[in-house]
């Protein structure tokens, strides 16, 4: 096994202009979320970014990034693009997606997304949860995608049933957080890219779905916590109090 882990970045963003560039504590979010990928300690770590500002700054802290081209629909398509530029010769057999939004991502949770792929010798894709403990978050407009899983007897891994924006499913027990952190097998990340939107994708506005409709094993593991996305200006403040360096007495 030879994962890479893949951080798709670029500066347009509704609510949050330029957030890669952002500052923390003196360094750009998005080497504040490549140090993160590295802490986990899964593999070779590469910026896949839509813009040279974002391959400048991540360079200048002593990592590594790759140019690709802006207008990709999704993160996903933006890592294939990096995926081939960085490793045309297919040394790296698993790849990770980690979003560049998530300066304060436990390596736990990067790690946990390789294990429930790589444990299932047919699985596709793998990717992390957490239940849901906020009334606030169940709502289809609170933004907090959810995936039905089929669990395993001891709760850790489970089979993905479905994605959806709304509370599912219905009736008593637990409802889990999808956390957006994939991984692929290397053909599978082909496959996807290839595919077209499905029915249900463009219904739910989820890409994860176009893999279950095709019919892709999508293995789920499930983790404590749910890391922080930047998304808003409020988001950015609480990142830097998270990230705020501990002074001795």
Not at 49 to 71: F, N, R, S, Y
Not at 106 to 134: Q, Y
């Amino acid at each position: 096994m030879k994962p890479i882990v893949l951080i798709p970045a670029r500066m347009a963003s509704s609510r949050l202009p330029g957030k890669p560039l952002a500052d923390i504590h003196g360094e750009p979010m998005i080497v504040q979320v490549w140090r993160r990928a590295l802490e986990a300690d899964a593999g070779r770590v590469v910026v896949a970014a839509g813009e040279a500002e974002i391959v400048d700054a991540v360079t200048a802290a002593g990592g590594e990034a790759v140019l690709t081209a802006p207008g990709h629909p999704s993160g996903t398509d933006r890592i294939h693009e990096a995926l081939g530029a960085v490793d045309p010769d297919g040394v790296h057999d698993i790849i990770v997606n980690v979003q560049g939004d998530l300066p304060v991502l436990e390596p736990k949770t990067v790690r946990a997304a390789i294990e429930a792929l790589v444990r299932i010798p047919d699985a596709a894709m793998g990717t992390v949860t957490c239940p849901i403990e906020t009334p606030d978050d169940l709502p289809a407009t609170s933004g907090v995608n959810k995936v039905v899983a089929a669990w395993e007897p001891d709760g850790r891994f489970g089979r993905a049933l479905y994605f959806s924006r709304t509370a599912v499913p219905w009736g008593e027990g637990e409802v889990f957080h999808h956390i957006g952190i994939y991984t692929y097998r290397r053909a599978a990340l082909e496959r996807f890219v290839a595919l077209p939107p499905s029915p249900l994708e463009l219904r739910e506005r989820l890409e994860q779905l176009r893999a279950l409709e095709a019919g892709m094993r999508i293995e789920v593991g499930r983790v404590d916590t749910v890391p922080l996305g930047v998304d808003t200006p409020a988001q950015l403040e609480q990142a830097r109090r998270l990230l705020a360096p501990v002074h001795p007495e």
